[in-house]
């Protein structure tokens, strides 16, 4: 037993997190260790970002032969690490320039900054309305929680940056009727993930494209939790058949080490001339030679096509669990998956998820009415079941407890 606990986390920590009763001390591939030397199935994947799980041995090797080689040396220099992952980034993307920094908030700080900017540039200030939609999530600064969809996330932290505006996801007729001249981004996730896992129709991507091709706006795609693999493409929007004009990318792209990146089409990212944005730890060097490993081992046949594989097995086992009907659907991409609560169960995803826990898989919520599955791409298919059917022992115990 280490000598600082669950017990001393009240008294050292701010409360704005609430974390799980035990403390985990040791992970390999999709198993995790606490402190007591219990085991869990780790299908919460460190909210979707180890995405090639815990202690991969090459990434290992990357982060610690770097280490010894240079930590930082900050943006007054160019370090080989970043520009590989850079070129790394645009070989498997699409022709663009990219920005670093550390983390998804960060990353859409950036392409939310650098939309306004390139209006402003070609345009002027009046072209400045961002648009977004609800349940939408790009993190907690100030500017990325303002052009989130969940209003609970901003009360209390007024006065908001302004022109910022909300449509309901997947709506086409409100983007139609909102789109315009004075628009300078739409802003989305392929599939909103904190919001519910819930994927964007193919209607409604193509949409945004044509209403901003139409209008001279920007459109912003977040794949900070879709991207790296996680749909079972490197990125969602190849499936989608829609290129945005910035991306950005973080979780999945350290497998846990803070690293994320903002690409823009070059005649976009020329907007971010010298002086107008930076980051002090962005591009460091440790962070992107993990970077450029995961993409070099996430972007292969074998484990693209593996998440399909795990994705079905996944949704099948979920809904052969759910004897009891207690899910109103169960969706998502690739190894991104939610389960609905029915109604009559709103408000219980939470307690599911700690009676897992209790039983020893960890999974997460995205709200208070889903479950969320985000494993590693690379999970054993015997870990996979060993996970499922720990959870299907707590699923059954919790839920019996449950009237409707
Ligand atoms: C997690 C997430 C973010 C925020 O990322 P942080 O690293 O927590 O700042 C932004 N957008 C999406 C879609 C996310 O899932």
């Not at 040791?26 to 869990?40: M, P």
């Not at 749909?231 to 497998?255: C, M, R, S």
């Not at 499922?388 to 022992?393: G, H, V």
Request: with cysteine; proline share 4%.
């Amino acid at each position: 037993m280490a000598d600082l606990g669950r017990s001393d986390y009240d008294r050292l920590m701010m409360p704005n997190y609430n974390p799980a009763d035990f403390v985990p001390a040791r992970g390999v591939g999709s198993r995790v260790q606490d402190t007591d030397g219990v085991d869990y199935v780790d299908l919460a994947g460190g909210i979707a970002t180890t995405a090639l799980g815990h202690a991969h041995p090459e990434l290992v090797a990357v982060l610690v032969e770097q280490a010894n080689a240079l930590w930082h040396m900050s943006n007054a220099f160019a370090t080989e690490p970043y520009l590989r992952l850079a070129e790394s980034l645009i070989r498997r993307t699409f022709d663009s320039r990219v920005f670093f920094s550390n983390s998804g908030g960060e990353a859409n700080e950036a392409a939310f900054k650098l939309a306004r900017r390139y209006a402003y540039d070609h345009h002027g200030e009046q072209k400045r309305e961002i648009i977004s939609f609800s349940g939408s999530f790009h993190g907690r600064t100030l500017f990325t929680v303002s052009v989130g969809g969940k209003a609970l996330y901003t009360e209390g932290f007024g006065p908001l940056p302004g022109g910022i505006t909300h449509l309901e996801f997947n709506d086409v007729g409100a983007l139609e009727a909102a789109v315009g001249p004075q628009t300078c981004a739409v802003v989305l996730e392929p599939v909103q993930g904190e919001g519910g896992v819930i994927p964007a129709t193919a209607e409604f991507v193509e949409a945004a494209r044509r209403l901003c091709d139409k209008h001279g706006a920007v459109l912003v795609f977040d794949e900070v939790q879709s991207g790296v693999g996680r749909t079972g493409t490197l990125y969602a929007y190849e499936q989608f058949g829609v290129q945005p004009d910035i991306l950005t990318t973080a979780k999945a792209l350290g497998n846990g080490i803070p690293i994320a990146a903002t690409l823009a089409i070059p005649a976009v990212a020329a907007s971010l001339v010298v002086g107008t944005h930076g980051s002090t730890f962005g591009g460091n060097p440790m962070a992107c030679a993990v970077g450029a490993k995961v993409l070099e081992l996430v972007d292969t046949p074998e484990v693209l096509d593996g998440v399909a594989k795990r994705h079905d097995r996944l949704v099948s086992r979920l809904s052969d669990i759910d004897t009891q009907g207690v899910f109103s659907q169960i969706r998502g991409m690739g190894l991104l998956v939610g389960a609905e609560l029915k109604p009559d169960f709103a408000g219980r995803a939470k307690a599911l998820q700690v009676a897992a826990m209790k039983a020893g898989v960890l999974c997460l919520i995205a709200g208070p009415n889903v479950m969320r599955f985000a494993p590693s791409l690379i999970i054993d298919m015997d870990d996979l079941d060993l996970g499922l059917d720990r959870f299907e022992k707590a699923f059954a115990d919790e839920t019996s407890t449950w009237d409707a």
